[in-house]
């Protein structure tokens, strides 16, 4: 059953994968061999003038949001993103446009926060925690820390009063320091938080048997025939149970005294769905597809995390992003995830708050043997069931017209 689209997302890779970082658990790097190795990876003035035009002009509503990510965006210049902005103004047709960009930090300065600031773009930063964590995860080309560079660029994002949240890749360098890094943020001023988890899964020979995971087309996702997820993951990858316990310690110095002050995104998730509002960010979707990416040779993509051949829905040089996202091709992309969820989700008293989470993880056999799913659950039921009794008590509070904060004194 297709979907209607209230919106459509269609967020730019300007460089490509192209990173001046090293990090070892990056998902999109591979990504670079899909491009001939010769080929420069920046998105021309021609692409830019292509999606610029088209995605204003693809969205029915009043507002428009670009989204710039890599790779590392940064890597374009400062006057690619003028030329950017100063065509969306040219072809805003009376929208409202704004923007959001992904970094890594490492390039911020004076002239670029400025500019962030003046074009009131959001910014997200990347920090995996304080220095030893950061550096060991994080590295730059040449194997050197980049935590320094990165927390200049957060102070001088802060100087310029530039709206920014920090984003923490959780993996098996910092898993198991979740309230050590919370409070590490919340002593550098951060008040917008999010944690995403590393789930990156080995490279298996060929030849090896392997089972697939019918996810709209045949994916990049096959796993060893005994599913055993400890030898399907790499070394980065964050273990599921550590992730259930990194979030559950965040979440207690949260509920505690930080309601309202501090914003974590995954805790504001959980919130919107017990409250029974639809799901803000696609992981936790029922249904995904809404939002696709665009390469810097101006391809179009179902997903970042799915930038293979079989995903590819067009080119923005000849393509209207509308008509992409509501293709039979990328509404089958969408629609499976529900379709393809195992009976062990279906059933799950925490199916509202999850949907199965993020296709690309689910590798792993349920109890009774079905494929499909999700390689974190066991971290997210440790973590769901943890906090349903505030989460029920919150609920309540707003149901009643108060204040979510409220919560706190309720607590101890």
Not at 336 to 358: N, V
Not at 376 to 381: H, I, K, N, S, T
């Amino acid at each position: 059953m297709s979907q209607a689209l209230p919106g459509l997302h269609l967020m730019a890779k300007p460089v490509g994968a192209h990173c001046n970082l090293d990090c070892g658990y990056c998902f999109y790097l591979e990504k670079e061999g899909y491009y001939p190795p010769r080929q420069s990876h920046r998105m021309s003035d021609e692409v830019l003038q292509a999606y610029v035009s088209r995605y204003i002009a693809s969205q029915r509503g009043p507002e428009v949001e670009f989204t710039w990510q890599g790779g590392e965006p940064l890597l374009m210049g400062l006057e690619f993103f003028e030329r950017a902005v100063a065509l969306q103004k040219q072809l805003a047709g009376g929208k409202r446009i704004s923007n959001t960009l992904q970094t890594n930090g490492v390039l911020l300065d004076a002239a670029w926060c400025e500019f962030l600031a003046r074009e009131k773009f959001l910014v997200g930063l990347s920090v995996d925690g304080p220095q030893p964590l950061h550096d060991a995860a994080r590295p730059d080309k040449q194997g050197r820390g980049t935590f320094d560079a990165v927390m200049k660029g957060l102070r001088l994002l802060q100087q310029q009063g530039v709206e920014f949240n920090v984003l923490v890749t959780v993996s098996s360098a910092n898993q198991g320091h979740g309230r050590e890094i919370y409070r590490f943020l919340k002593t550098e001023g951060v008040r917008f938080i999010q944690f995403n988890p590393v789930v990156e899964r080995q490279p298996r020979p060929a030849d090896e048997a392997v089972v697939q995971l019918h996810f709209a087309k045949p994916p990049r996702l096959s796993v060893p025939g005994s599913f055993e997820a400890d030898a399907a993951v790499t070394p980065h990858s964050v273990s599921a149970e550590a992730y259930g316990d990194f979030l559950v310690e965040v979440f207690d110095d949260w509920i505690a005294a930080d309601v309202g002050v501090i914003h974590v995104m995954n805790f504001e998730w959980a919130l919107a769905a017990w409250c029974q509002l639809p799901a803000t960010t696609c992981i936790f979707s029922e249904r995904c597809g809404r939002a696709a990416i665009v390469e810097h040779d101006g391809s179009v993509y179902s997903c970042d995390h799915f930038m293979y051949p079989e995903y590819r829905l067009g080119n923005l040089r000849t393509d209207d992003p509308a008509a992409l996202l509501a293709s039979p091709q990328q509404q089958a992309f969408g629609n499976a995830k529900a379709d393809t969820l195992p009976r062990q989700c279906r059933e799950c008293e925490f199916r509202f708050a999850c949907q199965g989470e993020c296709p690309k993880n689910r590798f792993i056999r349920t109890a009774d043997g079905e494929a499909g799913l999700n390689y974190l659950c066991a971290g997210y039921l440790k973590y769901f069931r943890h906090i349903t009794p505030a989460m029920n008590r919150m609920g309540a509070l707003l149901a009643q017209g108060r204040d979510a904060a409220e919560v706190m004194q309720r607590q101890g």
